[in-house]
């Protein structure tokens, strides 16, 4: 059975391996709420260091312009704060300290809702993905747990996870036009992305970047009604944590 609409949380804490994934798997839940005023922050776990297709770029350029971009996406769905944990792109790995990174910052917010990548979701192609959802779940029973990272904080327990590009969905968060749009317009925000993730040519005419983007945007409003009905984004909902 599927549920729909969780009563708006006080506190919200999204988790995503790299920026922008937060923003694709749950960007118009978290401008929803944030409107209702709930309080949210990010977590960004890796630093962007790989989303190039540049051979020659300046890694260390990229990963400080993906962390302005994160900042200003953030702005744009109302979220309160991001913290970056800075592993690198695409080595992320379920390493004590990263563990240790999620418990810590589960008990910094202090939220009543987690939201992050489904790891049991068959057929992921990335790697920190897959462990980046393992850690949001075992950061989560570490934050819980006073003999977990003593010195991380005082213990706190989320009510609820929601799971994004879940396996199995068995919840739906209903967005109106703004909280689409805020989610469209956060996507946009990560310029360094546009070619490789958004199909968004920097170097084309105007009235060409202007169609790329028109139909990024249309795809991603259309994935928001994928299943029928009211457009909403789909989740995995675990509730006894």
Not at 7 to 13: A, S
Not at 183 to 197: F, G, I, N, Y
């Given at each position: 059975?599927?549920?729909?609409?969780?009563?708006?949380?006080?506190?919200?804490?999204?988790?995503?391996?790299?920026?922008?994934?937060?923003e694709?798997?749950?960007?118009?839940?978290l401008?929803?709420?944030?409107?209702?005023?709930?309080?949210?922050?990010?977590l960004?776990?890796?630093?962007?260091?790989?989303?190039?297709?540049?051979?020659?770029?300046?890694?260390?350029?990229?990963?400080?312009?993906?962390?302005?971009e994160?900042?200003?996406?953030?702005?744009?769905?109302?979220?309160?704060?991001?913290?970056?944990?800075?592993?690198?792109?695409?080595?992320?790995?379920?390493?004590?300290?990263?563990?240790?990174?999620?418990?810590?910052?589960?008990?910094?917010?202090?939220?009543?809702?987690?939201?992050g990548?489904?790891?049991?979701?068959?057929?992921r192609?990335?790697?920190d993905?897959?462990?980046?959802?393992?850690?949001?779940?075992?950061?989560?029973?570490a934050a819980?747990?006073?003999?977990?990272?003593?010195?991380?904080?005082?213990?706190?327990?989320?009510?609820?996870?929601?799971?994004?590009?879940?396996?199995?969905?068995?919840?739906?968060?209903?967005?109106?036009d703004?909280?689409?749009?805020?989610?469209?317009?956060?996507?946009?925000?990560?310029?360094?992305?546009?070619?490789?993730?958004?199909?968004?040519?920097?170097?084309?005419?105007?009235?060409?970047?202007?169609?790329?983007?028109?139909?990024?945007?249309a795809?991603?409003?259309?994935?928001?009604?994928?299943?029928?009905?009211?457009?909403?984004?789909?989740?995995?909902?675990?509730?006894?944590?």
């Amino acid at each position: 059975m599927t549920s729909r609409n969780l009563e708006v949380p006080t506190r919200v804490l999204a988790i995503g391996a790299h920026p922008d994934d937060v923003e694709f798997g749950c960007g118009a839940t978290l401008a929803k709420w944030s409107a209702a005023g709930a309080h949210c922050e990010l977590l960004v776990l890796t630093d962007g260091s790989k989303g190039t297709w540049d051979p020659s770029a300046d890694l260390a350029a990229l990963v400080t312009t993906r962390e302005r971009e994160q900042r200003d996406a953030c702005r744009r769905l109302g979220v309160a704060g991001v913290h970056f944990g800075r592993f690198v792109d695409g080595e992320l790995e379920e390493t004590t300290a990263a563990r240790e990174l999620v418990c810590r910052t589960v008990r910094t917010v202090r939220p009543a809702v987690v939201l992050g990548h489904d790891p049991w979701k068959r057929y992921r192609l990335h790697s920190d993905h897959r462990v980046g959802g393992q850690l949001v779940i075992d950061g989560i029973v570490a934050a819980r747990d006073p003999h977990f990272f003593p010195d991380a904080g005082t213990p706190h327990r989320p009510d609820r996870l929601l799971l994004f590009e879940a396996e199995v969905v068995d919840h739906l968060e209903d967005v109106d036009d703004a909280a689409a749009t805020a989610k469209v317009e956060a996507l946009l925000a990560h310029r360094s992305q546009w070619r490789s993730t958004m199909g968004i040519d920097p170097g084309a005419t105007d009235a060409q970047r202007a169609a790329q983007a028109d139909a990024f945007t249309a795809r991603i409003r259309a994935e928001l009604v994928d299943g029928g009905g009211a457009p909403a984004e789909h989740f995995k909902l675990l509730d006894e944590l």
